[in-house]
């Protein structure tokens, strides 16, 4: 097994369209996953074909990576025209998330520096795909629900958020009732400061088109990510729809604190105050300009 250089880091080798309120639209809720009906011959003989990328940040995740890398609906993405690869992002884990995800075709890419965050910027100039999936690696997100995410994508929703609080349901015991309470003041925060209503900010789990993602302007290091892609949404006036996706008790050691959401929460904070306005694809004005002091340009 030998590594090869990247251009950063290094390798090792081995539906129902969205129902928008304001710039964030919401999609019906699924309670599972459903097949995408079978392809005629005719329809797959000369098929129109789209490319994804599967991106799992992950460290120290043996436990978690394997039902995740497994639970990808090949057939079903297969069916929609999708060429797709999955990349593991690794933070420098010291067990065998690495081995695991070689072990089940993904590509693993180790991250130079460190912080979720940080991985999936330092990935960004790499990406090739027409299309980005982004989910944890600790077993709590669907990756079965990829395809109905990536079939909300379009010209109204570039980008697109799996939310756990849109009519959606978790298991027993998967997430505390401190981090449910946590979590909704957050998107509310979220909401009020970017006038942008949002469910679920910090859900780990995204499809976007990957233009639109490439064309964000992303600084998190590390947990903050999710909130920094809807923030930098919300700034450039870049539409999100939102789907409900169940939430699954997590498969390992849990790693948020209660110290995470209040960084969080200062992230929103100055990400709000100290971002330029980008102007917004309508033309109009961003109605917390006068508040903030913000003006067009800059």
């Known amino acids: ?22 710039r964030i639209g919401s999609l019906p809720a699924e309670p599972q996953a459903e097949p995408i009906p079978a392809l005629s011959g005719r329809e797959i003989g ?8 599967i991106l799992l940040p992950a460290l120290n995740e043996e436990q978690g990576i394997e039902r995740v890398i497994q639970a990808i609906p090949r057939r079903q993405l297969e069916l929609q025209g999708l060429a797709y690869r999955v990349y593991l992002l690794d933070g420098k884990s010291t067990d065998r998330t690495r081995a695991v995800a070689r072990r089940m075709g ?35 997100y669907p990756p079965e629900m990829i395809p109905q995410l990536v079939a909300a994508l379009g010209e109204r929703s570039p980008v697109v958020l799996g939310s756990r609080f849109r009519e959606s349901w978790m298991d027993d015991g998967a997430m505390s009732l ?23 900010v910090c859900s780990g789990m995204w499809a976007f ?8 302007d992303l600084t998190a290091e590390r947990f903050e990510l999710e909130v920094d892609i809807f923030a930098e949404c919300a700034l450039r006036h870049i539409p999100i729809a939102e789907i409900a996706i169940p939430y699954r008790k ?3 050691e849990r790693k948020l604190r209660l110290r995470d959401g209040l960084r969080i929460g200062l992230v929103l904070l100055k990400k709000r105050i100290r971002s330029p306005f980008h102007g917004p694809e309508n033309g109009r004005m961003d109605p917390l300009a006068p508040m903030i002091g913000f003006g067009q340009g800059g």
């Open 250 to 252: 997590r498969v390992g």
């Open 178 to 200: 401190v981090n449910q309470v946590g979590n909704r003041l957050l998107s509310s925060f979220a909401s009020f400061l970017f006038r942008t209503p949002v469910s679920d």
């Open 46 to 53: 000369n098929p129109i074909r789209s490319t994804l990328s």
């Open 1 to 22: 097994m030998g590594r090869r250089g990247g251009e950063w880091g290094y390798r090792e080798t081995e539906p129902s369209p969205p129902i928008f309120t304001d």
């Open 209 to 216: 088109r990957s233009d639109r993602l490439k064309s964000l």
């Open 106 to 140: 993904a590509e693993v890419v180790v991250q130079t520096g460190n912080g979720k965050g940080a991985a999936f910027r330092e990935f960004l100039p790499q990406l090739k795909a027409d299309i980005t999936v982004i989910l944890d690696s600790d077993g709590t």
